[in-house]
Nanobody, 126 residues
Framework: QAQLVESGGGLVQPGGSLRLSCAASGFTSDYYQIAWFRQAPGKEREGVSCMSTSDGSTYYIDSVKGRFTISRDNAKNTVYLQMDSLKPEDTAVYYC???????????????????WGQGTQVTVSS
């Protein structure tokens, strides 16, 4: 079955950087969108960044724009989230999610994504 596995989370000081990885396997065809979500304790899951595989378009929420970068290594079938200038408010569990159905829903709607990873913890603290 299709599977996404995140890695790369950890503890970092404010202003530091992390690169998250999302390894995809078991997909019978390429997904339409790949996205990163995050969820902090007591808060709703929030879409952070998304890439449309059809044209490579990328999207970011305002709070991470200029600090986070989503990218993809097609050969490795791996998606990355480079996170720079991290802030304590970036602390959350980060999830990779893929849309393999092409439903055409909003890119930051969790309902668009039918395959999810288990998450990786990112903690930004001094």
């Amino acid at each position: 079955q299709a599977q996404l596995v995140e890695s790369g989370g950890g503890l970092v000081q404010p202003g530091g950087s992390l690169r998250l990885s999302c390894a995809a396997s078991g997909f019978t065809s390429d997904y339409y969108q790949i996205a990163w979500f995050r969820q902090a304790p007591g808060k709703e899951r929030e879409g952070v960044s998304c890439m449309s595989t059809s044209d490579g378009s990328t999207y970011y929420i305002d709070s991470v724009k200029g600090r986070f970068t989503i990218s993809r290594d097609n050969a490795k079938n791996t998606v990355y989230l480079q996170m720079d200038s991290l802030k304590p408010e970036d602390t959350a569990v980060y999830y990779c999610a893929a849309d393999s159905l092409g439903d055409g829903l909003g890119l930051f709607s969790p309902y668009l994504y039918n395959v999810w990873g288990q998450g990786t913890q990112v903690t930004v603290s001094s």
